[in-house]
């Protein structure tokens, strides 16, 4: 089992910020293609954005639709931990947020069963 732990999420009024936190202990996150997805309530689990290891930093972050221009995906492997910031937030992208992290990918994917490893989850709710 590969440790990922979120942290950031909360409560935020429409059109405001926030930045997750993606941290991972036991290995190094360098090696690794890290992806952010979401799940709302009663809807299917979308990836949202990710991001190729760093032997592949050449490889551009992949960002659905509807989140491209507000977030903005982004690691630090000093520290072991891949970011998510979340600007101009609206209240449809409320849901619970994960991190994944698979080994094997080339570059990365926002397709959710690539993946080997994920985080528990934190709650994102955008509302006034």
């Known amino acids: 089992q ?6 950031g999420g909360g409560l935020v009024q ?16 360098d090696d690794f293609a ?6 709302a309530p009663g809807k ?12 592949n930093r050449d490889d551009s972050p992949v960002y659905l639709d509807s989140v491209k221009g507000r977030f903005t995906v982004s690691r630090d492997d000093a520290k072991n931990t891949v970011y998510l910031q979340m600007n101009s937030l609206k209240p449809e992208d409320t849901a619970v ?6 080994q094997m990918l080339a570059g990365c994917s926002l397709l959710g069963s690539l993946y080997d ?12």
């Open 34 to 39: 890290i992806g952010w997805f979401r799940r």
């Open 14 to 29: 429409p059109g405001g910020s926030l930045r997750l936190s993606c941290t991972a202990s036991g290995f190094f996150t």
């Open 2 to 7: 590969v440790p990922l732990v979120e942290s």
């Open 44 to 55: 299917k689990r979308e990836g949202v954005a990710c991001v190729a290891s760093s032997p």
């Open 97 to 102: 947020y994960y991190c994944a992290a698979d």
């Open 117 to 128: 490893y994920w985080g528990q989850g934190t709650q994102v709710t955008v509302s006034s």
